[in-house]
């Protein structure tokens, strides 16, 4: 198939996830489904003449086995013939030629490959599907096939035609991801729910307080030495919005980069007046509107820490579904306790959301009853499951809603994006 074939208009969001949809879609036929296998059966099939270019092709001599490639990977497939009433022998709808003899001979149903265009999945939701009903080759996508079901949710996570989907908050909220057990998801919660409020019409910004700068990864953001960063806006007092960059790809959303400067700043802060406000007073000199702050907190309980749980007015805690993630909870509530009668009397534990939840383990859906039992309506419905598509995200500079949006780790923080935005809308201003 030629490389034109396989061009396609820009949609919102990474071209490496636009692909992705697309290779997601070619796979669903190409791997060869029970359903697609099934209408098959019925379908009468004949060898078919060689092929002599890409878009010509003759009638006349046996069919020989061909390969080719999608534009955007080099997966070979084979094509089959399905042959109705009314069309050209050897030939589909769209003069594309079918199944290869070898196949035939080897006893094993052909395997399907729809051009990518017509089973990319549509705006809204729509089903991808082909046109089997007007007498073409092509078996229909059933919307219950696996692979369409995930190109359905990546076209939902995504939002190419840039709506507003989850309503804006009746005032902005300041939300600070904390937890001191390391290794809970805090970055990888507040990257992906900032992604996700984002592309759904929400103005966010991502302040990255950990000196490991893991969040300016996940977004892309370069957090070298010497880049203008959160450290300077809370030892040096500059602006917050000299310091703030934009997100590629991700229009309304910004971020506000952590360098390893910051590890130093707890030193620093020793003997600075009014040390716990520097990174409220930082917030309050943005002059730009928001929907949204998320404060990603390092693993720590110490001035950094602090400055997030006075410049915040709700806290988001995430729970890894393990016994060591509860441990720590009681230690956390305690300072949240002690912030909130002395510092900050606004604050608030306002979401808890449960991750790395694995469904084949007694422990996890333990830990999740007895935290859903205490906490009761602050835990978010949404559950975070273990996925290696969330691990392989930073690698690749992107949040798993760009990266993988049909994966079931993209779907989760999106419907978790989805309750805060609805608890945000109900809130008094």
């Known amino acids: 198939m030629s490389s034109k074939d396989d061009k396609s208009p820009p949609r919102l969001g990474e071209v490496s996830a636009e692909r992705r949809i697309r290779n997601v879609l070619d796979e669903a036929v190409h791997h060869g489904s029970p359903e697609l296998a099934e209408s098959d059966r019925h379908a009468e099939q004949e060898p078919q003449p060689p092929a002599h270019s890409q878009s010509e092709f003759h009638g006349g001599g046996p069919a020989e086995s061909t390969s080719s ?15 109705h009433s009314g069309d050209e022998p050897g030939r589909d709808n769209n003069g594309m030629r079918n199944q290869s003899a070898s196949s035939q001979q080897a006893g094993t149903p052909g395997r399907q490959r729809g051009n990518g265009k017509q089973a990319r999945a549509q705006s809204n939701g729509a089903k991808a599907s082909d046109s089997a009903s007007q007498g073409s080759g092509y078996a229909v996508v059933d919307d219950d096939l696996p692979l369409a079901r995930e190109a359905q949710r990546a076209v939902r996570v ?21 937890n001191q057990k390391g290794g809970v998801g805090k970055t990888t919660s507040a990257v992906n729910l900032a992604v996700s409020l984002a592309l759904h019409g929400n103005r966010v910004m991502v302040i990255d307080l950990d000196p490991q700068g893991n969040a300016s990864t996940g977004l892309s953001v370069d957090h070298s030495t010497g880049t203008p960063s959160v450290y300077e806006a809370i030892i040096d007092q500059t602006p917050m919005q000299e310091v703030t960059h934009p997100v590629e790809g991700i229009p309304n959303l910004v971020c506000v980069p952590a360098t390893i400067d910051l590890a130093g700043s707890e030193v620093e ?9 520097r990174l409220k007073n930082a917030i309050a000199s943005y002059p730009e509107e928001l929907d949204y702050i998320f404060i990603d907190c390092p693993p720590s309980l110490g001035l950094l820490t602090v400055n997030a749980l006075v410049a915040a007015e709700e806290i988001l805690i995430p729970i890894q579904c393990e016994y060591y993630a509860l441990e720590g909870l009681g230690q956390l509530l305690r300072n949240i306790e002690l912030v909130k009668g002395h510092l900050n009397a606004k604050l608030r534990v306002s979401t808890i959301l449960l991750t790395m939840y694995d469904k084949r383990t007694k422990l996890a859906d333990q830990v999740e009853q007895e935290v859903r039992g205490h906490f009761q309506d ?3 419905n949404a559950v975070v499951p273990r996925s290696v598509r969330v691990s392989e995200a930073p690698g690749y500079g992107q949040s798993v809603m760009t990266y993988d949006p049909g994966s079931r780790g993209a779907s989760s923080y999106f419907e978790a994006a989805e309750e805060i935005a609805q608890r945000g809308a109900q809130m008094r201003s």
């Open 378 to 380: 602050t835990v978010l």
């Open 69 to 83: 490639t999608s534009g955007t990977g080099n997966v070979p497939y084979r094509q089959r013939t399905s042959r």
């Open 158 to 178: 995504l939002n190419p035609a840039g709506r507003t989907l989850m309503p804006r908050p009746t005032k902005r909220r300041v939300i600070a991801v904390a």
């Open 269 to 277: 802060l020793v003997n600075v007046v009014a040390r716990e406000a």
